[in-house]
T-cell receptor, first 114, second 112 residues
Framework: DVKVTQSSRYLVKRTGEKVFLECVQDMDHENMFWYRQDPGLGLRLIYFSYDVKMKEKGDIPEGYSVSREKKERFSLILESASTNQTSMYLC?????????????FGDGTRLSIL | SQKIEQNSEALNIQEGKTATLTCNYT??????LQWYRQDPGRGPVFLLLIRENEKEKRKERLKVTFDTTLKQSLFHITASQPADSATYLCALDMKTGNMLTFGGGTRLMVKP
């Protein structure tokens, strides 16, 4: 069974801090994703990585960056956290690039920026 | 612009009845449509995928239909159980590239 593990379930940070959210998958999947989920807005894609060191912007990349140095790990970075980045962050992985493959999600990191 | 609509109001039904959830989309012709289940505090879990040339797909008590003329997918759970209570999300490949766009989800409550 595919396992996608997010390093923290809950995180509290202060405005202006640099925040790292980590995600690890154990099935050698090529594609990894970062989403944020907010009430009334659903899941929105922040960044997508289709291979090591490769990335594409999603719908809402502003204020975020990502890093994929190893295939199993995909990190989301909030360069200077702001209160409007308080949200649930979800990581997902997928075997390859085709949209006919399911995405496998972690259980999320609930991030609060004070 | 492209848009996916799921009923944001919760759907309350009695145990044993069939639950029907709707996913409507505009301004695009997706090749695939996926349905996910999400429990509180957990990530979404994949349930079913249906292709544009398939009218219907079944898996145990689940049935998904895909009407590309109406631009609508229906998700049915037959003989519903309280354990089916969750939020259900639809997702489509709305854009060129390899990304999915998710709907806002519909919360289903099955009462015993």
């Amino acid at each position: 069974d595919v396992k996608v593990t997010q390093s923290s379930r809950y995180l509290v940070k202060r405005t202006g801090e640099k925040v790292f959210l980590e995600c690890v998958q154990d099935m050698d999947h090529e594609n990894m994703f970062w989403y944020r989920q907010d009430p009334g807005l659903g899941l929105r894609l922040i960044y997508f990585s289709y291979d090591v060191k490769m990335k594409e912007k999603g719908d809402i990349p502003e204020g975020y960056s990502v890093s994929r140095e190893k295939k199993e790990r995909f990190s989301l970075i909030l360069e200077s956290a702001s209160t409007n980045q308080t949200s649930m962050y979800l990581c997902a992985s997928r075997p390859g690039t085709a949209n006919n493959q399911p995405q496998h999600f972690g259980d999320g990191t609930r991030l609060s920026i004070l | 612009s492209q848009k996916i609509e799921q009923n944001s109001e919760a759907l309350n039904i009695q145990e044993g009845k069939t639950a029907t959830l709707t996913c409507n989309y505009t301004n695009y012709s997706p090749a695939y449509l996926q349905w996910y289940r999400q429990d509180p505090g957990r990530g979404p879990v994949f349930l079913l995928l249906i292709r544009e040339n398939e009218k219907e797909k079944r898996k145990e008590r689940l049935k998904v239909t895909f009407d590309t003329t109406l631009k609508q997918s229906l998700f049915h759970i037959t003989a519903s159980q309280p354990a089916d209570s969750a939020t259900y999300l639809c997702a489509l490949d709305m854009k060129t590239g390899n990304m999915l766009t998710f709907g806002g989800g519909t919360r289903l409550m099955v009462k015993p």
